[in-house]
């Protein structure tokens, strides 16, 4: 059993941004994109015979996407990059594709059913996605560093890892300058 006294100050504070409800949320829609999609490509994966160029990489890639999806349900907030891209690709094919068909009228079941599928995910990962977290996680917070930072500089500005002594006051204050180095 994890206890707030075994947590890191951050990890206290990312469990407190995101409430009880929508990481269950996110469970679910990871599950539900996860399920719906492995029933549709997996059987492809198993049972094919000759198979176009780009539609065995979209299956591949569409079955590596569940299998993703899958660690989102134990890992909801780290693997939001997961919906990103689940969001946009939809996004992008019903705007670049879809739509033009459906203004020729040239709209056939397959695309259609396509179409289906992929409004259901531009409608419902938006709503499971905890934006307050994503703005402040994937646009407010600074990104990884671009070079080398010497050891003794970072020692210097607090990012030496302090989790192997336990001291609980250096990794606070750690979390607190991180913004400086990642710059």
Not at 62 to 75: E, Q
């Amino acid at each position: 059993m994890v206890t707030t006294a075994s947590l890191s100050s951050s990890a206290l504070r990312e469990r407190r941004e995101v409430s009880i409800l929508y990481l269950y949320l996110l469970r679910a829609v990871y599950l539900l994109i996860g399920i719906g999609m492995g029933i549709q490509v997996w059987p492809g994966i198993f049972h094919h015979d000759h198979v176009e160029l780009m539609r065995s990489v979209t299956r591949s890639m569409l079955a590596g996407m569940t299998l993703l999806m899958f660690v989102g349900v134990r890992y909801p907030l780290q693997m939001l990059p997961l919906l990103f891209f689940e969001f946009a690709w939809k996004a992008i094919w019903l705007l670049s594709f879809a739509v033009p068909l459906y203004l020729g009228n040239q709209l056939g079941p397959d695309e259609l059913a396509s179409v289906q599928a992929c409004l259901i995910g531009v409608i419902v990962v938006p709503i499971a996605i905890p934006w307050k977290y994503a703005f402040n996680h994937y646009i407010l917070r600074h990104g990884d560093r671009w070079k080398y930072l010497p050891v003794e500089v970072a020692a210097r500005q607090g990012v030496v890892d302090h989790h192997a002594d336990g001291n609980a006051e250096k990794e606070r204050a750690r979390d607190e300058d991180v913004d400086q180095v990642w710059r």
